[in-house]
Nanobody, 122 residues
């Protein structure tokens, strides 16, 4: 049974940093494309960053230069380092996994975590 468990969310002031973690079990995440998504109140879910099985990373335009996605294969854990946070980054953040990168970016991943809340105050 696949489980993705996010942690690391919280409340910070604008300009601050947070690091999200996603611990995977039931799958070897180095074989999958993994990604971070977010959903703000009243808005649809959007892709934030992904990393494919070759380690190539992709970012949504608004987070480029501020967020970094990475993974620790030994720990089967995905990370999202978020710096220079802005109030508009406030959302529930989810990690997801799928073999297909396109399917992942379309928000149709096979596996999803329960989410961790990030709140950025001005």
């Amino acid at each position: 049974q696949v489980q993705l468990v996010e942690s690391g969310g919280g409340s910070v002031q604008a300009g601050g940093s947070l690091r999200l973690s996603c611990a995977a079990s039931g799958l070897t995440h180095s074989y999958y494309c993994m990604g971070w998504f977010r959903q703000a109140p009243g808005k649809g879910r959007e892709g934030v960053a992904t990393i494919n099985s070759d380690g190539l990373t992709f970012y949504e335009e608004s987070v480029k230069g501020r967020f970094t996605i990475s993974e620790d294969n030994a720990k089967n854990t995905l990370y999202l380092q978020m710096n220079s946070l802005k109030p508009e980054d406030t959302a529930m953040y989810y990690c997801a996994a799928d073999y297909d990168l396109s399917k992942l970016w379309l928000g149709r991943a096979d596996y999803w975590g329960q989410g961790t809340q990030v709140t950025v105050s001005s």
